[in-house]
């Protein structure tokens, strides 16, 4: 007998604050105007800058930037570094600023911190992705003096002889930071030890992961459980959606990472009956409810029709 699937959509997953934030500031900059720029990918997610680019969203790079006058430009929610600010401010462009607050909390912070740091020769350490948009406007806030690590590999670059000061990309993984966290504390104390000082240089690490996202692996490693199979959506350039769909792999070896509808295959649902959706905070709702309804239309054999 043919059965219909049992779909849930995770109501915890889609949009962060500030994803949603600066989509919202977009579309309604995009009422007064027949065109806006957007320096960067507003969210990682390719179908939705495909829907927002029908209604007159441009996305542009610094080089594209420094040639722009005379018009509007958007900031997205990862935020930028104050060299952003300077070229606006030459070339006569108007800024919607939709930086995250989180993030503009953290750019002061890291601010602070390296002019703080620069009387007594410290070192401001970023864990996070090299490149990436947040860390690129968290690294000019140290004039790009910032050390950029993700691995344990990367703490070659550091000198553990002088103070450290550790900050997050916020997106990042909680778990993945404290064993950072503890590694460099090692390396300070084996510095300590191998040239005889009488203590190891100031270590001062700032947990600095946004909640609203590291929340979101406890929750999801639940709603992994409670079904059959999990389709996670999300953008392939997301290092967010990479992160939390290995959560969901963790726990349900039936979970497949999907940009869209179209790339579900019918087969992994044969002999299961309940199905759950969820996404990368740079995944739109609207999309995760195209999955949803493209699922529920497909008929396959249950296991409770058998």
């Known amino acids: 007998m043919m059965g219909k699937l049992k779909v849930t959509i995770d109501q915890d997953s889609g949009y962060c604050f500030g994803v949603e934030y600066a989509i919202r500031m977009a579309e309604d900059a995009m009422e007064e105007s027949d065109k806006l720029y957007c320096l960067g990918d507003i969210v990682h997610n390719d179908m939705e800058v495909k829907r927002l680019y029908n209604k007159g969203l441009r996305v542009i790079n610094y080089d594209d930037l420094k040639e722009l006058h005379d018009c509007k430009v958007l900031i997205r929610a990862h935020g930028e570094p104050p060299e952003t600010y300077r070229i606006a401010m030459e070339n006569n462009i108007e800024l919607i600023d939709a930086s995250c607050p989180v993030v503009l909390k953290l750019q002061n912070r890291v601010k602070n911190a390296h002019d703080k740091m620069c009387t007594d020769k410290g070192q401001i350490v970023i864990y996070g992705k090299k490149g990436h948009a947040e860390v690129t406007g968290l690294d000019g806030q140290t004039?790009?003096?910032?050390?950029?690590?993700?691995?344990?590999?990367?703490?070659?670059?550091?000198?553990?002889?002088?103070?450290?000061?550790?900050?997050?990309?916020?997106?990042?993984?909680?778990?993945?930071?404290?064993?950072?966290?503890?590694?460099?504390?090692?390396?300070?104390?084996?510095?300590?030890?191998?040239?005889?000082?009488?203590?190891?240089?100031?270590?001062?690490?700032?947990?600095?992961?946004?909640?609203?996202?590291?929340?979101?692996?406890?929750?999801?490693?639940?709603?992994?459980?409670?079904?059959?199979?999990?389709?996670?959506?999300?953008?392939?350039?997301?290092?967010?959606?990479?992160?939390?769909?290995?959560?969901?792999?963790?726990?349900?070896?039936?979970?497949?990472?999907?940009?869209?509808?179209?790339?579900?295959?019918?087969?992994?649902?044969?002999?299961?009956?309940?199905?759950?959706?969820?996404?990368?905070?740079?995944?739109?709702?609207?999309?995760?409810?195209?999955?949803?309804?493209?699922?529920?239309?497909?008929?396959?054999?249950?296991?409770?029709?058998?």
């Not at 064993?179 to 504390?185: F, Q, R, V």
């Not at 090692?186 to 005889?196: G, H, S």
């Not at 290092?239 to 726990?251: D, E, H, P």
């Not at 759950?276 to 195209?290: D, F």
């Open 143 to 306: 004039n790009g003096n910032a050390i950029i690590v993700m691995d344990e590999s990367d703490l070659e670059k550091i000198d553990f002889k002088r103070p450290v000061t550790l900050f997050s990309q916020t997106t990042k993984s909680t778990s993945g930071f404290y064993d950072l966290k503890e590694k460099i504390e090692n390396r300070l104390k084996q510095a300590q030890a191998d040239f005889k000082e009488e203590k190891s240089a100031t270590f001062n690490a700032n947990d600095s992961i946004c909640r609203q996202v590291s929340n979101r692996e406890p929750k999801l490693k639940e709603f992994s459980k409670l079904h059959d199979v999990v389709l996670f959506v999300s953008g392939k350039k997301s290092s967010n959606g990479k992160a939390l769909y290995q959560v969901c792999k963790a726990q349900n070896p039936n979970s497949y990472f999907v940009e869209n509808e179209e790339e579900v295959d019918s087969l992994w649902f044969e002999g299961q009956n309940s199905v759950g959706i969820c996404g990368a905070t740079s995944t739109p709702m609207w999309l995760m409810e195209k999955v949803k309804n493209y699922v529920e239309n497909i008929e396959h054999e249950s296991l409770l029709s058998c």
